[in-house]
């Protein structure tokens, strides 16, 4: 089943990409055969489109006249997202973890360490399992991140949850981007 092309109604905005593309902002008609105007996002990428059945997808088109229409209309510049001050925004592989850990001076055996002092032996067993078994990384926010922290800050009073979320951000900076 084909649905008719939308046809253009409106620009609301424009902004290049990092590729050089462009991501737009539409109000369209006819979209998925909708006749009712709405908004949608439309990336237009610097190769023109072509639909899976082989016909040219004539909304660049359209948007080309609509800007040769309108020369006031300034297409943003690219901005490169800023990075988060929130680590809970930062999912951490245990390697980069531990790299933090290091690279702030703290031993390499810092976290079992760390896990020797909780004194309930089946809140150690978890931790230790939790910390040899995590493969698809740590989120701040996990309640057994929360809970290490917490029985770090008591064992190094200097350690505080400020300076913990510093070095978190800057470990996930090491080579990954942010989750989204």
């Known amino acids: ?87 809970g925004d930062y999912l951490l592989s245990m390697r980069k973890l531990r790299l933090g850990l290091v690279r702030n001076g703290f031993p390499v055996d810092f976290i079992p360490i760390i896990i020797s002092t909780i004194p309930d032996a089946l809140q150690r067993a978890e931790a230790q399992i939790w910390y040899e078994e995590t493969t698809e990384g740590v989120l701040w926010g996990h309640p057994m991140t929360q809970a290490l922290l917490a029985a770090a800050a008591q064992a190094y009073p200097n350690l505080t949850l400020e300076f913990a979320a510093q070095m978190w951000i800057e470990a996930a900076a090491y080579d990954a981007p942010q989750v989204p």
């Open 1 to 87: 089943m084909t649905f008719p092309m939308p046809v253009l109604i409106d620009v609301l905005s424009a902004r290049y990409t990092s590729t050089g593309a462009v991501d737009y902002e539409l109000v369209v008609t006819n979209h998925c055969g909708n006749p009712e105007p709405e908004t949608i996002p439309y990336t237009r990428d610097v190769n023109e489109e072509w639909l899976p059945d082989g016909r040219f997808y004539e909304l660049g088109v359209d948007i080309d006249a609509w800007m040769f229409a309108h020369p006031e209309f300034d297409v943003a510049d690219y901005e490169p997202p800023t990075p988060s001050t929130n680590p």
